[in-house]
T-cell receptor, first 111, second 115 residues
């Protein structure tokens, strides 16, 4: 089983739709969780951190479920500019800073 | 957040040659990593660059092929040695540490094409 698993997609949704991605992780000792966004031929950039209490930033909401070992990302009112690959990142297990990346979920928002 | 500068940003190289990629950070960081992302693939960790000692390589990556230096807390280099077309990829420098709350920051990447 991979340490961090994501559905690669692509998720193909119309503008204005709500879309959600999940990411599961295998190491229950993981401490930090993030969602990154990667545009084509660009480096990954931090979208948001994921806290136990959840985290909301505008149209984006991230949740952590430690019992089931997954994190989620919800995007409301999708925009064309949201089209990208969304990477789930987990680290901090055993005090390690070495991050583990999911393979990413591709989102395509169409008119 | 940390500002990370990588160079070269892109290069086209002949097979059999070597290329050194530089990574400069605007502040001292605990951890520096080198990743590779081949076309259409996910990020793969090559190694953790350790200040003042040999890098820690992940399975499938060796020092002879990817020598890494880290002379201080703000600078690292990755060399891709004896290149082949299979080494064509984007190489990304990233940093993390206590001051960033475990958040990982990336340089803009170095796009390498081997012909």
């Amino acid at each position: 089983r991979k340490e961090v698993e994501q559905d690669p997609g692509p998720f193909n949704v119309p503008e204005g739709a709500t879309v959600a991605f999940n990411c599961t992780y295998s190491n229950s000792a993981s401490q930090s969780f993030f969602w990154y966004r990667q545009d084509c031929r660009k480096e990954p950039k931090l979208l948001m951190s994921v806290y136990s209490s959840g985290n909301e930033d505008g149209r984006f909401t991230a949740q952590l479920n430690r019992a089931s070992q997954y994190i989620s990302l919800l995007i409301r009112d999708s925009k064309l500019s949201d089209s990208a690959t969304y990477l789930c990142v987990v680290n901090g297990a055993g005090g390690s800073y070495i991050p583990t990346f999911g393979r990413g979920t591709s989102l395509i928002v169409h008119p | 957040s940390a500002v990370i500068s990588q160079k070269p940003s892109r290069d086209i190289c002949q097979r059999g040659t070597s290329l050194t990629i530089q990574c400069q950070v605007d502040s001292q960081v605990t951890m520096m990593f080198w990743y590779r992302q081949q076309p259409g693939q996910s990020l793969t960790l090559i190694a953790t660059a350790n200040q003042g000692s040999e890098a820690t390589y992940e399975s499938g990556f060796v020092i002879d092929k990817f020598p890494i230096s880290r002379p201080n807390l703000t600078f690292s280099t990755l060399t891709v040695s004896n290149m082949s077309p299979e080494d064509s990829s984007i190489y990304l420098c990233s940093v993390a540490g206590q001051n960033s709350g475990n958040t990982i920051y990336f340089g803009e990447g170095s796009w390498l094409t081997v012909v």
